[in-house]
């Protein structure tokens, strides 16, 4: 069943042609890597699909429901409730401790402070991250800051995980543990994951891999699948729920 879906996709900065005609359709949890050079368009896609930039043409599907035309009230509402964001650099706010950083969004959705960091607190041990519910980001690795992002952006359910790069500030070690653990939590929670990256084998955790070229997705390539990750085998993800 598709979630998502984006249809002609075309957006241009002056001159320069981002997305030239972008057709994606995301299934239910299903995790879909966007691949493609420096400046092809990988973060404007995702950008226009998760509804935080608006397309010059073409459309934008939620569950059946047209999106891109929605004003921004609405649009920021939507990214509230519906999607999670995971970036480069986790953007968590420094001066709150981590339970209450993945507390945030139910926050602002409605749910009392009390009732929110209980349940953020929820996701701490699955995630590895027991003990350390009342650490400041600054007193945490960038491993352990994306694992906190990753339980803040499920934590509200959504239905559809946006990721960019989110693993490129981390060692190739800990950038694997991170992209596997993003992978199995939204697949766990039945939520989609669509996630750009640079690395082939980050990519190999993924259901399918889209590739951006010039603004335009290729058309899968001929020849074997991609190869599993190499070597290194994180330990498998505990679930509590
Ligand atoms: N806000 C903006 N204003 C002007 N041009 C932009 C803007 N955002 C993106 N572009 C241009 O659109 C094109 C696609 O950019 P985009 O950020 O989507 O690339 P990308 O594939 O994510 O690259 P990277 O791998 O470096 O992050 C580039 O030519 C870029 O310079
Ligand atoms: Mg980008």
């Known amino acids: ?14 001159p320069a042609v981002a997305l030239d005609g972008v057709d994606l359709a995301v299934d239910r949890a299903e995790a879909v890597a966007i691949m493609g ?3 092809s ?5 995702l950008h226009c699909l998760a509804g935080i930039m608006r397309p010059d043409a073409g459309e934008v599907h939620l569950l059946g429901q047209r999106v891109d035309t929605l004003g921004e009230r609405r649009r920021s509402a939507l990214r509230r409730s519906r999607f999670g964001f995971v ?12 339970d209450e950083n993945v507390a945030l969004p139910l926050m602002l959705d409605g749910t009392s402070r ?14 590895g991250l027991a003990g350390m519910e009342h650490r400041r980001p600054g007193e945490l690795s960038g491993g352990q800051a ?11 359910r959504p239905a559809v995980v946006f990721a960019d790069e989110p693993t490129g500030a981390l060692d190739q070690a800990t950038g694997h543990d991170t992209m596997r653990l993003l992978v ?17 084998s980050v990519a190999g955790w993924c259901d399918r891999v889209v590739e951006v070229r010039d603004g335009r997705v290729r058309p899968p390539a001929e020849g074997p699948p991609l190869p599993p990750p190499g070597g290194h085998a994180p330990p498998p993800v505990p679930w509590t729920s």
């Open 41 to 45: 368009g990988k973060s404007t896609l």
């Open 146 to 156: 994306q694992r906190v992002a990753i339980a803040r952006a499920l934590v509200p």
């Open 1 to 14: 069943m598709t979630v998502l879906s984006g249809r002609g996709l075309v957006k241009h900065f002056g």
């Open 114 to 127: 009390r009732a929110a960091v209980k349940a953020a607190q929820t996701w701490f041990a699955a995630l």
């Open 37 to 39: 050079p420096s400046g």
């Open 87 to 98: 970036f480069q650099f986790g953007q968590l706010l420094p001066e709150l401790p981590a």
């Open 184 to 200: 199995e939590a939204t697949r766990h929670n039945g939520a989609s994951l669509v996630v750009v990256t640079h690395d082939p």
